[in-house]
């Protein structure tokens, strides 16, 4: 393995456990910890795919890192209200 797929494995593995530790009640998906780890994986992840040119999957976790950014926002202005 070479340090993209490296990358991009670490990535993966942080968004399966996210969503693995979801369905078994560990984390709400409206916790910090769920949020930060949608968000490192997928960013990771984005990354990987751009190092490879890989553009479906560069829109998908694009998209998944912006959207995991924009709950990240809405959770500190919700928490400072």
């Not at 456990?17 to 960013?43: E, M, P, R, T, V």
Request: aromatic share 12%.
């Amino acid at each position: 393995m070479n340090l993209t797929d490296w990358i991009g494995a670490t990535g993966v593995t942080i968004l399966l456990l996210a969503y693995f530790l979801n369905l078994i009640d560990k984390i709400s998906q409206h916790s910090l910890s769920y949020i930060l780890l949608n968000l490192a994986g997928a960013g990771l992840a984005c990354f990987a795919s751009v190092l490879l040119k890989y553009i479906p999957f560069i829109i998908l976790e694009g998209v998944w890192t912006l959207v995991s950014l924009v709950m990240l926002i809405r959770y500190f202005m919700k928490t400072k209200l």
